[in-house]
């Protein structure tokens, strides 16, 4: 289209070497208006061709033609691809070619792109022609694309093999086809397949809705029942052996929790019951009903506690009665979070989070009580799901693609291959897989410029803030972090498919910086004082990438336990380190070049940081409250104090700043790191993440929003 290669399988626009993401329903919009291209497309088409006649609001469709503008640079005043016509629709007017064929193997399958047949329409004349043969392509091939393939495909597919393959030791793609099954505006999530495969079970809600509602699609004829259940959100519904029941959890704003047993016939819900009530801090959990339909596995916490404990799998009959305690993990992390049943109803696979964000799946023999360890990725993952032979687990991986691991010979083999995240597959009892398409969210990097000048004494709370946006694009961008002087803006983001660490410098282009060897996960990036330098971790690992040489140094630190946060140290030269020993931490000062222990600062030390006149302040597990070292005493010099992550907080020419949350919305708390006096500004966003924060010596502050995207629920059918 024009001077940019559209690939519909992959939800990917090509332009001067750049590959961009798409959100799936944006690409889906795109197709219909270039099928239509040159001619009016109503919001009636849309609504039949995208949404399948579904009920979707004038906001939500402007928001998508928004974010397709966004992607293809286009100008809704003076438009290059798409023109709004008043009172009509819209017009694709760039001109539209078909490159070649591809084979349906290679690509998503028409269902889960187009959502319904594409349709030939009558006509005359070269553009007529043009529009059938795009049909006829559509309908016969399942898929094409618009020049992705050749000798450039097949270099960046081997490329992104060679250069972005899982840590974990993945071989040969296995193909498997994929199929939309929901066509709902919101998001839909922990879907789950009836035993017989005609009804679909999950959560949804409005993109900008809070509270979660379960449904029960009929998938011949695509009609939803929704639960009446009298708690404000239900979600992970789970069908006993036979379909007639569904069990879920049931939960509301004010802490209480219950797992509900509601009958079901003919996809109509019957009678509410109580199984059991669950820990009301818990909002989560994960049901796997046992083959005799008499009783359930389910995820839940010590009752006797009023704090967060770690997470258990429990078993309860239906009537709930005889609770047992299936699992003790360990004090580190959020303990056992999700859980599967093998579809022999032999094996429980059980996800247990280690080590902050390191996940590990387990299994239990329900025969013998042997537990064995199966593998270990740096994520969190949502759930694992059973093969129908009982023999491999489907996972998410790192690189967002489904994974089977066989059991048997202890190995990985990728399942799909789009660019589009799959998250969260679900199998039920004949193992069957259904899982969500998309990402929950899209992130973008505003600035704030506050009338607060740094170093001066006239706080006011009464001052404004003028905020913008500074970084967007279709996908995430995350984790903003300045240099002091303000002329440089680095950031985390997945717009060409893989995080990697990219750079905007004033009002210039943004340009990707890193070229990571691995899958990552890349955490706690900050500038040095010179700017010259950033720090940061990949997964567990810390590294120093220097901005203007574009070459990234690792520093092996001589421990063998946990990193699970950096930040620079008194100078260039060395970074702190937040170590954890079986669920200890302690903060270390580190030479950057040998890895070398120089000093330990604090044991029971979780965050912490230098300030511009060689001060250490730092944070405990144990608590809240900001402490600093004098004469190498441990000194608490400010008691109502916490942080939301290491990234929240920062110290810059004698203040701190740091992200709260009062009476439920973000304000940026400043410190006198003099006085030790505390001014707050309430910041003017419904949306923003609490978990970065950035300010530069002029007090120009850069913080994420997050924004609902649309997602899907698709069937994977496998090999």
Known sequence: MADRLIDP???????????????????????????????????????????????????????????????????????????????????????????????????????????????????????????????????????????????FSLSSWLTFQYFFKNPIDIPAYHSAELKRLTFLDGQEFSPVLSPDGKYLAFSQRELDEKNWRIGVMELATRSIVYLDDPMDSQGYPAFNPDGTKLAYLSFNQEGGCKINLVEIKNGKFGDIGTITDCKSQMQATSIAWKPSGKS??????????????????????????????????????????ALSLSPDGRYLAIIRNVRWYQTQVILLSLETGIWQDLFTVDILLHTVSWTRDSRSLIYRSLSSHLTKFHIESNSHSQLTNIMQPIISPISNQNGEIVAVLGDFFKTEIWRLKTSIKTGLDNFSTNDTICSARYISSNGKNDRA???????????????????????????????????????????????????????????????????????????????????????????????????????????????????????????????????????????????????????????????????????????????????????????????????????????????????????????????????????????????
């Open 481 to 719: 972090t300045t240099s002091l002087d303000g002329s440089k803006v680095a950031f985390i983001s997945d717009r060409t498919g893989v995080p990697e660490i990219w750079l905007k410098q004033g009002t210039e282009n943004e340009v990707k910086l890193s070229n990571f060897e691995t899958i990552n996960n890349i955490k706690d990036i900050s500038f040095s004082s010179d700017g010259k330098m950033i720090l940061g971790r990949l997964n567990s690992k810390p590294f120093v990438f220097n901005v203007l040489e574009r070459k990234i140094k690792y520093i092996k630190i001589k421990s063998a336990d946990e990193v699970y946060s950096v930040s620079w140290g008194d100078g260039i030269d060395s970074i702190v380190a937040t170590i954890d020993s079986l669920g200890q931490s302690s903060l270390k000062l580190i030479d950057i070049d040998s890895g070398d222990i120089i000093q330990t600062l604090s044991d029971g030390g979780e965050y912490g940081k230098y300030s511009g006149d060689g001060s250490f302040y730092f944070t405990k597990r144990s608590g809240a409250g900001l402490w600093t070292l004098y004469d190498g005493k441990e000194i608490l010099v400010v008691d109502d104090f916490s942080i939301r992550s290491n990234l929240s907080w920062v110290i810059n020419n004698g203040y701190l700043y740091n992200l709260v949350k009062i009476s439920g919305s973000y304000s940026l708390e400043f410190i006198d790191m003099k006085t030790f006096d505390k001014t707050h500004i309430k910041l003017p966003f419904e949306h923003l993440r609490g978990h970065s924060v950035s300010v530069d010596a002029n007090g120009v502050a850069y913080v994420v929003i997050s924004r609902a995207k649309n997602i899907d629920v698709i069937h994977i059918e496998y090999n």
């Open 9 to 151: 399988s992959q939800c990917t626009i090509l332009k001067d070497g750049t590959l961009l993401k798409v959100e799936l329903r944006a690409m889906q919009v795109l197709l219909c208006l270039i099928k239509h291209a040159g001619e009016p497309v109503s919001r009636d088409m849309l609504l039949d061709e995208v949404w399948s006649g579904g009920e979707v609001s004038d906001n939500a469709i402007n928001r998508i033609i928004g974010l397709l503008r966004n992607q293809l640079g286009d100008n809704a005043k003076s438009p290059s691809f798409i023109k709004t016509l008043p009172k009509v629709g819209y017009v694709l007017i760039a001109e539209t070619s078909i490159v070649k064929e591809v084979s349906k193997e290679e690509k998503f399958t028409q269902e889960v792109i187009a959502g319904s047949n594409i349709d030939e329409r009558d006509g005359s004349g070269a553009h007529s022609a043009k529009r059938r043969l795009f049909s006829w392509l559509y309908r016969y091939s399942w898929s094409f694309t618009l020049f992705f393939i050749g000798l």
């Open 296 to 337: 359930l596995f389910y995820i839940d916490e010590d009752h006797q506690y009023d704090y967060l404990t770690e997470k258990k799998v429990f078993s309860v009959a239906i009537n709930g009665e005889d609770k047992q305690q299936i699992t003790q993990p360990y004090s580190i992390g959020r303990g056992d979070y």
